[in-house]
């Protein structure tokens, strides 16, 4: 926790917590460590078609444009050591990615790479006070580059967002001062006090205010007391039912006074008043919330039968199937092709998503996470993260091979640059191919029996947002299926649990523990997908599955009606939202506009609730008060938006400072204009976009103690081929086994068989009959067969053979050695770094 320290200026909407365990990674210049296998190291280098021009910034790129932007903003008096936000400094650089024209014309046509351009977010004083201001900087630099104010990317009209605060250290002194002068009644009724020379002391306490702050011209804002939690920063399960209301009106946090107290359902005017209610004999305690062993997120010690093995495994002893460009984080697997990148905000990226030689996505990625809770308690009552604020790339720590993902994947550092330095999370992404226990296809007949293994392709990354740790990931199945699944695990944010049965804790959560109740929220959590299914001019629509009521002459005379069902199709017209539909009723499907496959049937791809553990979430509170037009993508499942240039995200990081006016408003975007295309009067070309939410109405239970578990927080959305190609293309890569039970007679044989009597055949040369030679061919060694009466196992796609060496290291990754961080930079939900910039002490 921060000492206590300046004052600080603090206006609407602000987080914070912290508690900040400062940096840091190591020795970024190492050689990765070999993990996995022999097979692996020996791998082929592979070069992408095309290069990245989506990629992050290199580290000389941005040393670049700081260097540059120091002359070409010399008005703004830059300073690279900046003490407040009273001084004017580069706080961030990251890639301003090309527009989809430039970048297509270069990806897909013969033009050169688009320009590129670096995205510079300065933190400038201004007349009323500090503001976060975006310019685009030309690359690379040279005399003729120059900087120009970002604005076509937000709605507001600005490039600029004002900053509440000079310096948010002022808050947690408030903090601080708040429990200091309520010591003896923290001593009674929880039986600890604050130390403030220690403020992270185990028998400490820890008081901050809850994110979002009350409007009331100014700024009001509830603080409560914390404990800090021994092992594992289990703080978000240590509420202690304290609760300070406070005027933060003034410029000067030594100015801020203290409104109310509330604890145990009563509000206390003033301290006074507090002591007063406990020194009566009908005062009521609530349970206290102490920490202990029911917060340890482990148990090293219990021996349950079966413990004293370990579980199976996957191994990949013959190396990987995909080919991976490193430099330009390009990735090829069966068919499937797509560009990774990454952004401190929103983590990782897909571009230019490709099956078959057709794109499918121009971009998928995530755009924000949002946290909304319920509760009867000042805290609970108003809580609510917008992660992508305090980063949800910059948060992507590394990942530990052998259990975040197998000993083989294969794994990707990721930088990012703020304050004139170049940060890197090593191993921080990571990409596999896994075969899952269940098949993706199988079938008997009455002489054979054949199954196809269900192989897919993971890109999987960890975002650990203060209390939670969200697992990102897009995976690749082989016939053409692309999923984008989010799981969350970690401390749940739980509410004090005061015992109080005329209080409505019922309504909110569940009872945890002797002092904690779960607190209700919802995870949205809204990703983009840029679809451009076989080309860009596309068509939604949803196609239902309706009863209907119809007669049939074949059916007369006697059925006069039949009940049955049928498909009616209902295109998307223009700009809107739409929900799962119950009983998943209708498919909503993005068609080309033109490109038909074999059969005359559009070509498609559909959107479709994934894996997991429901369909996924939209926001269930209507017009937050805490949100307002922040985050208005949250409030239902799916929008289907013209794509533009000039939106090309659905949030931004700052929309946490002024949800009332954000920089990017969705309602701006989602604003019902036609998606009719190919009409006269607009040069509208049909290219859409989507914006998905995933998630899940979040009720934790005594389950989600001591952490929420991965396998029941996970939801996806799928993009599922629909008539994309004329069958099903998992068949010419997928690996499996046909067991040919008996090889001759009416059905049963070898594809090609049935029927195909005509003997020798096959010493016609002409071409064509190629296909009938192979048929004869299977069908007379499927005789042959026959005779012997031995089933016979035929295989497609390679098989393991004998004489594979695995060390323990394919099973058991040698740990922590094959780590490279030794201290994460993980915050308690700490401003320091956010959005908004960081303290300066
Ligand atoms: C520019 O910055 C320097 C050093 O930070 C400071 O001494 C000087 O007063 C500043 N000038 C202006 C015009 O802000
Ligand atoms: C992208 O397109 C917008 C709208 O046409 C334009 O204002 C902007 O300058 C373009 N950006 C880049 C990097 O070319
Ligand atoms: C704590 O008490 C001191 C001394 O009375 C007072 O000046 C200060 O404002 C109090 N702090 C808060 C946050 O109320
Ligand atoms: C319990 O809470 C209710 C309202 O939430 C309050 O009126 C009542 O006084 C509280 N009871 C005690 C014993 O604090
Ligand atoms: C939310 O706002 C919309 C539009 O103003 C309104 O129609 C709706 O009734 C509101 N819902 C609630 C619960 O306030
Ligand atoms: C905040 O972040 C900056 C930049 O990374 C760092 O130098 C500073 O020490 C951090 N402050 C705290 C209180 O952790
Ligand atoms: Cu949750």
């Excluded at 200091?180 to 002391?201: F, H, M, V």
């Excluded at 190609?725 to 068989?753: C, H, I, M, T, Y």
Aim: a negative charge; hydrophobic letters at 35%; glycine letters at 8%.
């Amino acid at each position: 926790m921060a000492t206590i320290s300046r004052p600080a200026y603090v206006l609407s909407a602000i987080l914070v917590f912290a508690i900040l365990t400062f940096i840091l990674l190591p020795n970024f210049n190492a050689e990765p460590p070999s993990l996995g296998t022999q097979a692996k190291k020996g791998r082929k280098e592979y070069t992408a078609p095309k290069q990245n021009v989506f990629a992050e910034l290199t580290a000389k790129e941005a040393e670049d444009v700081n260097e540059f932007l120091f002359e070409d903003l010399a008005h703004l008096n830059l300073t690279k050591t900046p003490k407040s936000n009273r001084d004017n400094f580069v706080f961030y650089l990251e890639t301003l990615r090309p527009n989809k024209t430039d970048a297509l014309a270069y990806l897909h046509g013969s033009s050169e790479p688009p320009q590129r351009w670096a995205k510079a977010i300065l933190s400038e004083y201004r007349d009323d006070g500090p503001y976060m201001a975006h310019y685009m900087v030309s690359l690379p630099i040279t005399s003729k580059s120059k900087t120009l104010p970002l604005t076509y990317v937000f709605n507001s009209g600005s490039n600029a967002v004002r900053i509440p605060t000079l310096d948010f250290d002022g808050l947690f002194g408030v903090g601080q001062s708040i429990a200091a002068n309520i010591s003896d009644i923290t001593l009674e009724l929880l039986g600890a006090e604050i130390n403030l020379e220690k403020p992270e002391a185990p028998d400490g306490l820890l008081c901050w205010p809850r994110p979002a702050g009350i409007e009331r011209g100014g700024q009001v804002m509830w603080f409560q007391i914390f404990k800090p939690g021994i092992a594992s920063g289990a703080r978000t399960l240590l509420p202690q039912g304290i609760y300070a209301k406070v005027d933060a009106n003034s410029l000067f946090a030594e100015e801020w006074t203290v409104e109310e107290y509330y604890y145990n359902g009563q509000l206390y005017d003033t301290a006074d008043d507090f002591r007063a209610a406990i020194k009566k004999s009908d005062f009521v305690r609530a349970p206290r919330n102490d920490d202990g062993p029911w917060t340890a997120t482990e148990d090293f010690d219990s021996q349950p039968d079966g413990r004293e093995l370990p579980p199976p495994v996957s191994v990949q002893p013959y190396g990987p199937r995909y080919k991976l460009d490193r430099k330009q984080q390009f990735v090829s697997w069966f068919g499937f092709e797509f560009f990774i990148t990454t952004a401190q905000a929103t983590g990782v990226s897909l571009f230019d998503v490709k099956f078959k030689g057709e794109r499918v996505v121009y971009e998928l990625g995530l755009q924000e996470a949002l946290s909304h809770y319920a509760g009867d308690d000042p805290v609970q009552g108003g809580l609510e993260f917008l992660d992508t604020f305090l980063g949800m790339g910059k948060l992507m720590f590394e990942l530990i091979p052998g259990y975040d993902c197998p000993a083989y994947a294969d794994f990707l550092d990721v930088q990012w640059h703020q304050l004139y330095e170049t940060n890197t999370l090593p191993n921080s992404i990571c990409l596999f191919e896994y075969t899952s226990d269940s098949l993706l296809s199988r079938h008997t007949a009455q002489y054979s029996v054949t199954t196809s293994r269900n192989t897919y392709l993971t890109l999987r990354s960890t975002s650990t947002v203060g209390n939670y740790d969200y697992t990102v990931e897009y995976i690749f199945y082989l016939d053409g299926t692309l999923e984008v699944k989010v799981r969350a695990s970690g401390f749940i944010f739980g509410a004090f649990y005061s015992a109080n049965s005329s209080k409505t804790e019922d309504l909110y959560g569940h009872h945890v523990n002797e002092g904690l109740a779960s607190s209700m929220h919802d995870h949205v959590i809204n990703f983009k997908a840029d679809m451009d299914v076989a080309g860009t001019a596309n068509d939604m629509v949803r196609l239902a599955i309706e009863p209907m009521t119809k007669s049939y002459p074949w059916d007369l005379p006697e059925i006069k009606q039949r009940n049955t069902m049928r498909l009616v199709e209902y295109p998307v017209t223009e700009e809107t939202f739409l929900d799962w539909p119950r009983n998943g009723g209708e498919m909503y499907i993005v068609y080309n506009s033109e490109e038909k496959n074999s059969w005359g049937e559009r070509k498609g791809y559909r959107v479709v609730p994934g894996t997991g553990i429901a369909s996924p979430p939209h926001l269930t509170i209507e017009n937050s008060t805490t949100l307002g037009d922040g985050a208005r993508w949250a409030e239902h499942d799916l929008w289907v938006l013209r794509r533009k240039d000039t939106e090309p995200r659905s949030a931004d990081p700052l929309n946490y400072f002024n949800p009332h006016d954000p920089i990017i408003d969705f309602t701006k975007m989602a604003n019902h204009e036609s998606l009719q295309h190919g009409e006269e009067d607009d040069d509208y070309d049909g290219d859409l976009t989507l914006y998905l939410n995933v998630g899940s109405h979040h009720v934790p239970h005594s389950g989600d103690i001591p952490n929420t578990l991965m396998h029941t927080s996970a939801s996806s959305v799928m993009f599922i081929p629909h008539n994309f190609l004329d069958r099903d293309a998992s068949r010419e890569s997928v690996q499996g086994v046909r067991l040919q039970l008996k090889g001759n007679g009416a059905s049963g044989g070898f594809p090609g068989d049935i029927g195909d009597t005509r003997p020798g055949g096959d010493d016609d040369d002409d071409d064509n009959n190629e296909d009938l030679k192979a048929r004869l061919r299977r069908r007379r060694r499927a005789t042959a067969l026959d005779k012997e009466r031995r089933p016979e196992a035929k295989y497609f796609g390679a098989t393991y053979e004998e004489g594979m060496k695995l060390g323990v290291e394919e099973f058991e990754p040698v740990l922590p050695q094959q780590y490279r961080s030794y201290e994460n930079r993980v915050t308690d939900l700490g401003f320091n770094g956010s959005a908004a910039g960081v303290w300066f002490k």
